[in-house]
C-alpha cells in the first residue's frame, strides 16, 4: 500500500467571498445568523475536501461568536484552514470578516464520509 505524502495546512485552506443580498437577511436589514453559519461551514467543507480528496460531513461546531451584525450590501470573507489531522477526523477552523473588523469564529470538526 502506497503511503500518500504528507499536506501542508495551508495547501488546504479556502477563502469563500459572498455579497450579501435582501435574501440573506430579516426586515432589520440583518443577515441571518443561521446563513452566517451555514456559509462558514461551506468554507469549512471547502478546506476538508481539499485535504482529504474526498467527501466530508461536519461531525460538530465546538464555537460559534457573533461579535457585530452583518449588514445587507456587505461583502462576507469567509477563510478556514485544516488545523489537526487525525486517521478518521480532522479539525477545520472557520472564521468570516467584513473590512478589518471580525464577525464570527468558529472552530469545526469534519470527518470524511
Given at each position: 500500500?502506497?503511503?500518500?505524502?504528507p499536506?501542508?495546512?495551508?495547501?488546504s485552506?479556502?477563502?469563500?467571498?459572498?455579497?450579501m443580498?435582501l435574501v440573506?437577511?430579516?426586515?432589520?436589514?440583518?443577515?441571518?445568523?443561521?446563513?452566517?453559519?451555514?456559509l462558514?461551514?461551506?468554507?469549512?467543507?471547502?478546506?476538508?475536501?481539499?485535504?482529504?480528496?474526498?467527501?466530508?460531513?461536519t461531525?460538530?461546531v465546538d464555537?460559534?461568536?457573533?461579535?457585530?451584525?452583518?449588514?445587507v450590501g456587505?461583502?462576507?470573507?469567509?477563510?478556514?484552514?485544516?488545523?489537526?489531522?487525525?486517521?478518521?477526523s480532522?479539525?477545520?477552523?472557520?472564521?468570516?470578516?467584513?473590512?478589518?473588523?471580525?464577525?464570527?469564529?468558529?472552530?469545526?470538526?469534519?470527518?470524511?464520509?
Open positions: 500500500m502506497q503511503v500518500p505524502s499536506r501542508k495546512a495551508a495547501d485552506s479556502s477563502v469563500l467571498v459572498r455579497w443580498g440573506d437577511a430579516n426586515s432589520a436589514g440583518y443577515v441571518h445568523g443561521g446563513t452566517v453559519m451555514k462558514c461551514d461551506e468554507a469549512a467543507a471547502t478546506a476538508a475536501i481539499r485535504h482529504s480528496r474526498m467527501r466530508v460531513v461531525a460538530a464555537r460559534m461568536t457573533f461579535l457585530a451584525p452583518v449588514h456587505e461583502l462576507l470573507t469567509l477563510k478556514s484552514s485544516v488545523n489537526a489531522v487525525w486517521r478518521t480532522m479539525e477545520v477552523a472557520s472564521g468570516s470578516t467584513r473590512g478589518t473588523r471580525s464577525r464570527a469564529r468558529s472552530d469545526t470538526r469534519t470527518a470524511p464520509t
